[in-house]
Structure formats: C-alpha cells, structure tokens
C-alpha cells in the first residue's frame, strides 16, 4: 500500500483544555499530545465529551480555558479553515460529507485550498487509495453506503495531505472486517508514514491495538491514560472497556 | 384556444422574470440561511435606481439597468452585512430573522414610496418589434426578457456546477462546519453569495418594471408570494428547483388570470403553494437542501 497521502507530522498538543456549548465545559482541562509516528487514541463512554474535545481541537467548538498548538503554532480558538491551512485533517463522527455534491465533488472540495491543477492528479492519488470510490465519482455523497461514505470521508480530508489527522470514529458503521483494515492498515499506516494521528474509537480493543497511547475519557476528563500494554494490564480498564461486565464490543 | 395560447405567452414572460427573482431568493437561502422576505423591497427600489439612470440620466435603459443590479447587488451585502448577520451571531430562533426581514422590507418599500411618492412610473424604452408565433405574441422587449433568463439560468448553472466558488457555495449550503473544515472560508463564501443573488435580485427588479411597463414603488409587494411558491415548489434552497417552480408558478398563474381574475394571482400562487406543502413539502422534485 502506497502511503504517500499524509505529509510527516506535526505535534498536536492541548495543555489543560477545557470546552463545551453555550459557555459550558463538557470537557475539562484535558492534557493530550499527539506525536508524528503515533496514533494516540481517545476511548470512552457515550457522551463522556470526546467528539466535543477534538471538535475543540479543529476549531469547531469554543476552547474556554487552556491551549491548542500545532507544530508549536497555538491555534487555540483559530477559525476552522486555518487550523484546516496548518495542517489539520478533521474526519467528524457525523455530517462526514457533503450529501448533495458528488463524490468527485466532495473530493473537490477536500482540496479546495490545493493550486487549481493540483487537484486532478491528488484525487488521482486518493483513488488509489480507495478503489472503490473510483466507480462511484458522480453518485450523490448522500446516497452512499455507510461504509462507501467513510471511505469519502477519509478520501476528502486527505486531498489537503495533513500532517495530523483528527478522526472521530472512522469505523462507525463499517463491517468488521473494513474497519480492522482501516484502522490497521490505512490509520496506522499514516501513522507509520510520520503522520500524527488523533483518533476516538468506540471499540477500546481495536483501538489499543493500533495505538500509542490511549487516554479514557469519562465525564469530561481524561481518567486514565498510559501505553496499550499498560492499559490492558490495568484491573479497571480492563473491567469497564475489556470483557469485564460492561464490556463494549 | 386563442386565450390558452397568449396567456400561455404570459406565463413564460412572467416565469422568466419569476425565475431570475427566485434563483437569487433561493441562493440566499440556501447557503445563508436567511429566508430574506427583503427581496422584493431591494427589487423596487433597483427597478427605480434603473428608472432614474433611464429617464433622468438618459441612459439607455439596458444601460441602467446595469446600475440597477449593482444596486441589488450592494443593498443585498449591506443587508446582510448590517442586519442578518449580527442578527443570526446572537443565535437568536430563526423565526427572528424572518420577522426581521419582513422590518425591512416595509422600511424599504414605503421608504421608496416616502421619496418617490405614490405616482406610476415607466422606463423610456420601446416594446419594439410585436412578434407572433404560435398563436403567441411577443414584444421583441419580452422575448429580450426571456433570452436575458435564459442566459441567466445558464450561467448560474455554469457558477455552481463548474466553478471554485460556486461549488464552495454548495458546499457551504450542504455543511456549513465540514466546509470549514476542509479550508473554506464560508464567511466569504456567503458574501460572495449576497452579492451574486443580490445582482439576480436587482436584475429581476428591473426586467419586472420593464414587464409590467408601469409601475409604483409598492408594485412588488406581493411578488414575494409568488417566490415563495415557485421555491417551495422547486425544494426549497434548490436552484434548479427554482427555475422549474418558476416556470410553473408563472404559466399558472398567467393562465388562470386569463381565464378568471388577473388579480387572483397572487391567491392562485398561494393554492399552489399550500398544495405543494400538504403533499410534496420537500418539493415537487427534491428531498432536502440540494443545490
Ligand atoms: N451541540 C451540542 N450542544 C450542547 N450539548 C452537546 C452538543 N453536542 C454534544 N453535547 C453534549 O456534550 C456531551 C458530550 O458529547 P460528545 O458528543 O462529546 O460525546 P462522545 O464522547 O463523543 O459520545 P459518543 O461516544 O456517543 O460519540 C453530551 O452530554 C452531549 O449531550
Ligand atoms: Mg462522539
């Protein structure tokens, strides 16, 4: 597999960051590093506030306290569209695509800030990387299957060759199957490539396995964090995310 | 036979107007969010910035009419700029800026007609040539109407399906936040659409004063009624849409004022809408925002 689509990486660091809605912290005062070479991974509970602390990350939702950086640059409150210009790739857990646009279109528009006649050839590059979108260029996003649709999603973030990639959830709705190649293969493989990968995955095993360093959000804070090896050694992660009673897949 | 055919003739010539004051109405909409019930108030008063570079300036009315859509252009991105904007910043109910929208369009149609007064006016221009086909007549002024819509259509085709921008303001439209996410700057995206949509609206304004060749500055009032239907009628925020509900709505309307009360428009147009939002409220042709 050619992973030539992500540019090595840059640290994503967010130092004591707190954010939330309307002026109110979900999460709160949130250490995380991601390193080029790394997948660092974001496990939790429902609503535990790991969507809102990468939206946070991307600009999507308001930082109240603490701070972003990127490559050493603080991005902390930055619109969107800049963080997306330093760099960062951001696959949200919904609203992934653009449904009405075409897939070449949503691909298009992935590359929006690429010089006008490097678009073509990038798409070219992003098909390689998903075959199957090559046969469905003109269908509508929106009537996508799940799976086809992630693969849009990821092919969309990667026309801009992030360094770091923010991805929520990319196997939701994947057949086992797909999601463990694309969590073992392409995930980890930018990652292998120096990208930096922050990553929130619902199936704590799957996501111990590519990973770094995983942290457990729960309520809003990071409750535990450390090494797979260490994480699969310890009673209480392994009791609430593992095979104990309230075992998750 | 003879009624069906010139109301028929009607009905396109209203259609077109109808559809270059409707894609713009839809546009904004679409990817701004904003339903601007302004739109006809701005359509009055470019009509009259065209009638005063007409017949005061003595230009041609083709001519001025170029500074009627610069007219619609910049109110509609001042409008924007000064009012919807920090309105919709406060996150207030979406119903506010409606109700906003409709402030100001009083303000700016009784405004006007504070300034102008509430005589008729029209254009100093000839109908020119009359044109028969089909048991059709046109004034050689009407068929310029249509070709003048057509060519708009095409060209609104053209922005959004095969331009940066136009694509961007789809994809603003679709999702606003993955937009941004992807390097848009949706805020500039929606300024260049209040000025293109604002220019539609002023060149609407100014072909429908040409249409009804006597006009007052409260003449398109209840234009918005037969917007309101052509878009919903098309899906709402649905360009393509719009072109079809406009033509549709136009034909309907012009051929039932043939046939009944010219003055039923605007009802006919209602019944229309009303059956469109009870059995396709999505539209005759659409499902969700698609343009
Ligand atoms: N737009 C919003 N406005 C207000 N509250 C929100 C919003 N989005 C999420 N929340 C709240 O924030 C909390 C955390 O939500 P978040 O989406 O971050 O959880 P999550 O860990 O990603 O959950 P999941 O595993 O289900 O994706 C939840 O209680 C949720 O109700
Ligand atoms: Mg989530």
């Not at chain 1, 897939?103 to 929006?112: D, P, Q, S, T």
């Not at chain 2, 010219?262 to 499902?287: C, D, H, N």
Request: hydrophobic share 50%; proline share 4%.
């Amino acid at each position: 597999m050619s992973v030539e689509l992500s540019t090595p990486g840059q640290v994503l660091r967010a130092t004591g960051v707190s954010a939330g809605y309307d002026g109110r912290a979900i999460v709160q005062e949130i250490d995380v590093e991601a390193t080029p070479g790394k997948v660092v991974s974001v496990v939790g509970p429902n609503g535990s506030g790991k969507s809102t602390l990468l939206k946070a990350l991307v600009g999507v939702v308001p930082v109240l306290g603490g701070t972003v950086s990127v490559g050493g640059t603080e991005i902390t409150n930055l619109p969107p569209e800049r963080i997306a210009k330093l760099g960062v790739g951001y696959v949200p857990q919904i609203d992934d695509v653009f449904p009405p646009l075409s897939v070449k279109e949503n691909l298009e528009i992935g590359g929006y800030l690429l010089a006008r006649h490097d678009v073509a050839p990038r798409i070219e590059a992003v098909l390689e990387f998903f075959p199957r979108l090559k046969t469905m260029m003109t269908r509508k996003a929106g009537k996508l299957s799940g799976g086809e649709r992630k693969m849009l999603a990821m092919g969309r973030v990667l026309m801009l060759s992030p360094s770091v990639l923010v991805l929520d959830e990319p196997t939701a709705n994947l057949a086992p199957l797909v999601a463990t190649q694309l969590l073992e293969e392409y995930i980890r493989g930018f990652a292998d490539h120096g990208s930096t990968v922050l990553l929130v995955e619902q199936r704590a095993k799957a996501a111990l396995r590519i990973s770094d360093w995983t942290c457990v959000l729960s309520g809003g804070r990071v409750v535990l964090s450390g090494a797979p090896r260490d994480l699969e050694n310890n009673p209480v992660f392994v009791e609430s995310f593992l095979g104990g009673g309230a075992a998750r897949h | 036979m003879s009624v069906f055919l010139s109301s028929l003739g009607f009905g396109l010539i209203s259609a077109a107007v109808l559809a270059i004051a409707t894609v713009g109405f839809t546009l904004q909409f679409a990817v701004t969010n904003v339903l601007n019930l302004a739109y006809g108030s701005v359509m009055i008063n470019s009509a009259f910035v065209t009638y005063y570079l007409n017949v005061h300036a003595h230009l041609n009315a083709w001519v001025a009419m170029v500074g009627g859509i610069a007219t619609g252009a910049v109110a509609s991105y001042l409008l924007n700029r000064f009012v919807f904007t920090p309105f919709q910043r406060r996150n207030l109910l979406p119903i506010t800026i409606v109700i906003v929208a409709l402030g100001v369009d009083l303000c700016g149609t009784f405004g006007l007609q504070a300034i102008v007064g509430g005589s008729y006016f029209s254009y100093r221009q000839s109908l020119g040539r009359e044109l028969h086909f089909w048991g059709m007549y046109f004034s050689t002024l009407q068929l310029t109407i249509i070709g003048i819509c057509l060519v708009v259509m095409g060209l609104i085709h053209w922005l959004l399906k095969h331009t940066r921008l136009g694509k961007a303001m789809r994809a603003t439209s679709a999702n606003p936040s993955l937009a941004r996410n992807s390097g848009v700057r949706t805020g500039h995206v929606i300024s260049m659409t209040w000025l293109i949509s604002g220019a539609l609206c002023g060149l609407a304004g100014t072909v429908f004063a040409m249409n009804t060749g006597v006009f007052e500055a409260t003449s398109a009032q209840l234009y918005i009624v037969l917007m309101l239907a052509a878009m919903f009628l098309g899906g709402p925020g649905e360009a393509y849409g719009a072109m079809l509900g406009a033509l549709t709505i136009g034909v309907a309307t012009e051929l039932s004022a043939g046939f009944f009360n010219p003055q039923y428009k605007e009802v006919i147009a209602f019944v229309v809408l009303l059956a469109m939002l009870t059995f396709r409220p999505y539209g005759l042709f659409g499902s969700e925002k698609t343009i």
